[in-house]
């Protein structure tokens, strides 16, 4: 894809040279430093670039921010090895193992939880949004009229969930963990598109 806006200018540089000041990307690229500063800003907001480091010249001076482009734009083998490491270890156990495996790591995923028993289900829900994402979920709770339930905007896991569709079951213990409730799962993520939903039963 060509580069033809200023940003995808910056990000390209940044792509080529990593670790370099507002003014370096400026001159390379015939900007002015308030410009520079303001895709910066934008690019550091959404995640795609992070200040990673200052200088200074000569060692003297006011410090100057070095920026570079954020980890998550290198890319990296995680779902890959993720979904090699579970195909490995979930296919040595029977159906009834796999479930308390999933259990248990869901509750491992649910341990730093203040929630408590004594919370009214309104707090409780406040307090699993919160939680959840903490955890990359990009969830909400509504009122329905079955009862209370959870929307997952995002799957943390999207890049493997269609492998491994028992990570829904995992998420199902979370929520039931955090909300001392059981739950149905009633739609869910495929292909990266809609949402998840939870119902609280």
């Given at each position: 894809m060509p580069v033809t806006t200023a940003r995808q200018k910056v990000v390209a540089y940044l792509k080529k040279n990593r670790a370099v000041s507002a003014a370096q990307i400026g001159r390379a690229l015939n900007m002015s430093a308030a410009n520079v500063r303001h895709h910066l800003s934008v690019l550091c907001s959404d995640g795609r670039v992070s200040a990673i480091g200052e200088t200074r010249k000569g060692g003297r001076g006011r410090p100057v921010k070095l920026y570079g482009l954020s980890g998550s734009l290198f890319g990296n083998n995680l779902a890959f090895l993720a979904d090699g490491l579970l195909s490995e270890?979930?296919?040595?156990?029977?159906?009834?193992?796999?479930?308390?495996?999933?259990?248990?790591?869901?509750?491992?995923?649910?341990?730093?939880?203040?929630?408590?028993?004594?919370?009214?289900?309104?707090?409780?829900?406040?307090?699993?949004?919160?939680?959840?994402?903490?955890?990359?979920?990009?969830?909400?709770?509504?009122?329905?009229?079955?009862?209370?339930?959870?929307?997952?905007?995002?799957?943390?896991?999207?890049?493997?969930?269609?492998?491994?569709?028992?990570?829904?079951?995992?998420?199902?213990?979370?929520?039931?963990?955090?909300?001392?409730?059981?739950?149905?799962?009633?739609?869910?993520?495929?292909?990266?598109?809609?949402?998840?939903?939870?119902?609280?039963?």
């Open positions: 270890f979930l296919k040595r156990l029977s159906p009834t193992k796999q479930e308390d495996v999933l259990r248990t790591l869901a509750r491992q995923l649910a341990t730093d939880s203040k929630i408590t028993e004594a919370q009214g289900m309104s707090k409780r829900l406040a307090s699993t949004i919160e939680n959840l994402n903490q955890l990359n979920y990009q969830s909400r709770w509504e009122a329905g009229a079955q009862g209370p339930r959870i929307i997952f905007a995002s799957c943390p896991y999207s890049a493997i969930i269609e492998k491994h569709p028992e990570l829904c079951k995992m998420d199902a213990t979370i929520l039931a963990t955090y909300l001392n409730s059981d739950t149905r799962q009633m739609a869910k993520i495929e292909k990266g598109m809609g949402i998840c939903i939870f119902a609280i039963k």
